[in-house]
């Protein structure tokens, strides 16, 4: 509050967020996952699933990792963004508002449901991409860093149809320490 309201927020994370959690549970347990990779390594080698099961489990492992990464981005302290990651932001965009701009047009562009996220490319650069539905920018050999939700369900009781006010709202309380420490710890993994 008063970003994001209680109500919204409750069933967000307590009915939405862990309905695919426990809906990806079961369909892996359908299948007899043997949990040995991470969520992100899964997301990133899905053929290790049957065929006919994959859908199924594409859309509820989306929504656990794009919820996870969401509600994790989100903070409820005022934070200096990390000279480390203004110097990555001006880099690839110029300034900090530039930024800010592109990714919340780049928002207002998601057609029906889905997310806008901050990704690192296979060469570590930064860039700004929309997915559809619960598709993570993993299924597209992209890696996430930062994500706002912008199905209707993650604003509409409080902002109904102005899907910019709540964009330029949420924006404000992103944790860019925990941004980028993604980026810190995914560049490792990738080189
Ligand atoms: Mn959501």
Redesign the pocket.
């Known amino acids: 509050e008063p970003v994001i309201d209680n109500k919204t927020l409750d069933l ?1 994370y307590n009915v ?1 967020y862990r309905n695919y959690t426990d809906k990806l549970n079961k369909l892996l347990k359908e299948v007899n996952y043997s949990y040995k990779y991470t969520p992100e390594y899964l997301a990133q080698n899905i053929d290790i699933i049957p065929l006919n099961e994959r859908d199924e489990i594409l859309f509820n492992l989306g929504g656990y990792l794009n ?1 996870s990464l ?1 509600f994790y981005n989100l903070t409820d302290k005022k934070k200096k963004i990390p000279d480390g990651m203004l110097d990555l932001i001006n880099k690839y965009f110029g300034s900090f508002s530039i930024f800010k701009e592109e990714f919340i047009n780049m928002a207002k562009e998601v057609k029906g449901s889905g997310y806008t996220f901050l990704v690192l490319d296979k060469n570590n650069k930064l860039r700004i991409i929309n997915t559809s539905n619960q598709d993570t920018p993993y299924y597209y050999g992209f890696t996430p860093i930062m994500t706002i ?1 912008v ?1 209707e ?2 604003y509409y009781l409080k902002y109904t149809y102005d899907r910019g006010k709540y964009l330029e709202n949420i924006f404000s309380i992103i944790d860019f320490d925990k941004v980028y420490k993604l980026y810190l710890d995914n560049v490792k993994i990738n080189s």
Do not use: E, N, R
Request: charge should be negative.
């Open positions: 967000h939405h919820h969401y939700d199905w369900h993650a």
